[in-house]
């Protein structure tokens, strides 16, 4: 069958084993995206048309019933007040607000490949990477530079920047930014990696990389970067923000130092919703209290900041002012969780939960895979009109990306493209100036998503051009060349 026929993405959607996870999902129709008011209707599964939703690199969609778990634990705090702390309700799901934390822990672990007790769900992002420099990097006389991407999210870079000026050492010759060899191809090879840290491998404490990078969708060889940057002393760090819920990850076997990532995005946690840390066990260590002549000496454990909810249970409310570190990550949370974020944390994991990582990965990369195929035919029949409006920017290799693919735009479409798309239903994200970002996700997106998306985008690119010629021709248009798959969305 055709590959750019509707029967043909109909027929990969019926094949689909995880076709039912779209419907846990609420996807705004195209009329909730138009209309500039709140919608009071709460059935959100409503006969009008779906919008074509492939940003869940950016936000990911509501669960279905995260608003039921919701309304539980708000149910709960207006009819238990201060006892939604301590005691189980019989006819709540929800752990009791003490435990919430523990509760999520286990789920999330499975997602990033760690014990339980090397994931902590807490803060955010960017705070969870600042509290894991506090403890991990220690320059030295000898040691001090830290090596990281130089198209790091500005969130990272400005982390690490702040972090080397909290230690009194100079930005420029502190902070290794890894460029790419060529400016016409930003991808990072992993030979190119390693030679940066070669280059500077005796003077460096910490190397910080994305899991997947978030404007190529780039994903990393964690494993063998990890294992190389650790064989030259050097502590490593990932930032999975856009990695976690989108590829299967072994932090635990790769031997990952720490890492930090959001739930928002692929995790479908809601917007700024609360942050996750893997600390690997060996950092996570407490030595018991030796009783000496003079009395107990204190534990050991490695030096971090410390906050009241790090504390062992025991302690906390025993306020002796004596910190007791829980052993692994659990004892690197400062303060006590938001608990309807993590209210949502455990909606989304119940969705996860019926699933795998790898089972995931499997849908995923035959979903992406579609989505490069007709792009691919969008090219070659652009190539043969005016010349192709853009080029595909992320690694054409299945195993160096996740869903995300990222598309570079000639100069000047990039508005008239988006318009178009967004008056189409079709929701992607852009990063300024050329590139647009389509990340079909897996749990909720179907083989149709993708073939929306192509046909919406080949007509704004046939718009965009025409209008960035005067003349108003698009020689697309004009060629009789296209390919006959597409011919209905003329
Ligand atoms: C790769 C990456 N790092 C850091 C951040 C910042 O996250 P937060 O605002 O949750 O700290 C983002 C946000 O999208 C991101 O994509």
């Not at 982390?159 to 060529?182: F, N, T, Y």
Request: with cysteine.
């Amino acid at each position: 069958m055709d590959i750019n026929s509707r029967e043909h993405a109909k027929q990969q959607d019926e094949q689909d084993p995880l076709r039912h996870f779209r419907r846990q999902f609420i996807i705004p129709s195209q009329a909730d995206l138009a209309r500039k008011t709140l919608k009071h209707d709460t059935n959100h599964h409503n006969q009008n048309e779906e919008s074509t939703y492939l940003c869940g690199n950016s936000l990911g969609l509501q669960p279905a019933h995260t608003r039921t778990y919701l309304e539980r634990y708000l149910d709960t705090w207006a009819s238990k007040g201060v006892y939604g702390h301590f005691k189980p309700i019989d006819d709540s799901n929800l752990a009791p607000w003490m435990n919430v934390d523990d509760d999520v822990v286990e789920d999330m672990a499975k997602i990033v490949g760690a014990k339980s007790s090397e994931v902590a769900i807490m803060q955010t992002l960017t705070m969870n990477l600042h509290l894991m420099m506090l403890a991990f990097f220690k320059p030295t006389k000898q040691r001090w530079k830290i090596i990281l991407e130089g198209k790091a999210f500005p969130s990272d870079h400005y982390a690490v920047e702040s972090q080397l000026r909290h230690h009194g050492l100079d930005v420029d010759e502190s902070m290794i930014l890894i460029e790419p060899p060529s400016k016409d191809n930003p991808i990072l090879s992993t030979e190119h990696i390693l030679s940066i840290i070669d280059e500077h491998a005796s003077e460096t404490a910490l190397l910080l990389l994305p899991g997947v990078q978030f404007y190529t969708g780039q994903l990393f060889d964690m494993n063998s970067i990890t294992a190389y940057a650790q064989s030259k002393g050097i502590t490593v760090g990932w930032d999975l923000a856009h990695a976690v819920g989108n590829v299967p990850l072994q932090l635990h076997d790769w031997n990952v130092d720490f890492a930090v990532w959001c739930t928002y995005k692929y995790m479908n946690c809601g917007p700024g919703s609360i942050g996750g840390c893997f600390v690997h066990e060996r950092h996570g260590r407490v030595s018991p209290r030796a009783v000496g002549a003079d009395g107990e000496d204190p534990a050991e454990y490695r030096p971090r900041m410390a906050g009241w909810w790090g504390s062992s249970k025991s302690s906390r409310f025993a306020m002796t002012n004596r910190f007791e570190p829980i052993p692994g990550a659990a004892g690197f949370q400062i303060s006590n969780p938001s608990v309807a974020d993590i209210t949502s944390v455990r909606a989304s994991l119940d969705v996860f939960k019926q699933t795998s990582m790898e089972e995931l990965r499997q849908k995923s990369l035959k979903l992406t895979q579609y989505l490069e195929d007709l792009l691919a035919g969008l090219t070659l029949e652009q190539e043969n009109g005016s010349g192709a409006c853009f080029s595909t920017i992320t690694p054409a290799d299945p195993a160096q990306r996740g869903a995300q693919l990222s598309v570079l735009l000639k100069p000047g479409l990039l508005d008239s493209v988006m318009d178009s798309l967004e008056e189409d239903g079709v929701v992607v994200d852009e990063r300024r100036p050329d590139v647009i970002r389509i990340a079909p996700a897996p749990l909720y997106n179907s083989f149709m998503d993708v073939f929306n998306f192509v046909r919406a985008f080949r007509q704004a690119c046939e718009k965009a051009t025409a209008i960035s010629k005067p003349q108003g021709h698009s020689a697309m248009v004009n060629t009789g060349k296209e390919n006959k798959g597409w011919s209905e969305v003329k």
